[in-house]
């Protein structure tokens, strides 16, 4: 996410409260996760199992909860809670706004689209032109459509992540900051979440389209012209490839890639990253060949219990 207006190095201490090891000068352009960093952003750490990955990552400026040199070209903040102190800086540099509206008159639609009673428009919204939003849709802050986009009733685009950090009270949340891009002639179903990205994009590719009651996790990016099946619930910073097909309930988890043209069958659970041009099944899933073989061996069990028994 970049920042509306750059800050110093020196401005994000005083913001988070934490102490400069390097430049306090510098120029900080906007803030990132670390799979999303580039150079000039500022991202955190607070495990030491990430240290090095995030101290060699493109990140320019690096919150820590260790006193560490600062590796050549970066800048460190130590702050005893480096989570925290990247939420005040969400939650600074792009603060909720509470709506005084059902459509923000900072939002911008286009020519032609049809907007259906109780439809939500947040702030600073971009709508493309001939869409058609049914009714009791809400689109969240900083969201952006394409033209020809369709979205059926009581969907939500751009809630947030769901995303805890364990503490010992509890759970502490994640501010989300990103956003949630549609593409050209999307269609989403009824009654589906897609949440926005925690500091990056949800990104739907174009003619991708989607049945009801889908979800997907902030960050993901699904390509273009997909088939997502009903009730399919995708979890965050999943990369679903262009031409994918995924029939109703399928479940894929976070951090993966499906590649392009897969085709997922019904009801299957996808734990890992798997390969583009196959069809798939079962959970977890493996290609339907291998499927059909491991399912026609089971049911020669009880023939071989009768003829080997325990």
């Known amino acids: 996410m970049d920042f509306q207006k750059a800050l110093s190095l020196s401005e994000i201490a005083a913001i988070v409260g934490g102490d400069v090891i390097g430049d306090v000068s510098a120029t900080v352009t906007g803030l990132n996760e670390l799979h999303v960093v580039r150079n000039g952003d500022i991202t955190f750490v607070d495990h030491p199992k990430y240290y090095n990955k995030v101290l060699e990552s493109a990140a320019t400026f690096i919150i820590i909860n260790k006193a560490v040199e600062a590796p050549e070209g970066k800048s460190l903040i130590l702050h005893d809670a480096p989570m925290d102190a990247f939420n005040k ?42 869409c058609l939003i049914h009714a009791n849709v809400s689109i969240y802050d900083n969201t952006v459509i394409g033209d020809n986009v369709i979205i059926h009733s009581s969907t939500v685009i751009g809630g947030d992540a769901y995303y805890f950090q364990k503490r010992e009270h509890g759970f502490v949340k994640f501010l989300s900051a990103g956003r949630v891009i549609l593409g050209d002639n999307v269609e989403i179903g009824a009654s589906c979440s897609i949440d926005k990205g925690v500091t990056g994009d949800t990104i739907i590719g174009d003619g991708t ?84 073989r491991y399912f026609a061996s089971l049911r020669k069990v009880p023939e071989l219990l009768k003829k080997f028994p325990l």
């Open 209 to 292: 389209k989607m049945d009801n009651q889908c979800q997907v996790g902030h960050d993901t990016v699904i390509g273009k012209h997909c088939l997502i099946g009903a009730f399919a619930a995708i979890a965050g910073v999943t990369v679903i490839e262009d031409e994918v097909i995924i029939w109703a309930r399928v479940a894929i988890n976070k951090d993966i890639v499906i590649g392009k043209k897969a085709v997922i069958m019904a009801t299957s659970a996808v734990d890992k990253t798997i390969e583009g041009g196959k069809v798939y099944m079962g959970s977890p899933v493996m290609e339907l060949r291998q499927y059909w």
């Open 89 to 130: 800086l969400i939650a600074h540099s792009r603060p909720l706004v509470p709506a005084i509206n059902m459509i923000s008159e900072s939002a911008i639609i286009g020519e032609g689209t049809i907007i259906q009673p109780g439809v939500f428009v947040g702030n600073n919204v971009k709508i493309g032109a001939n």
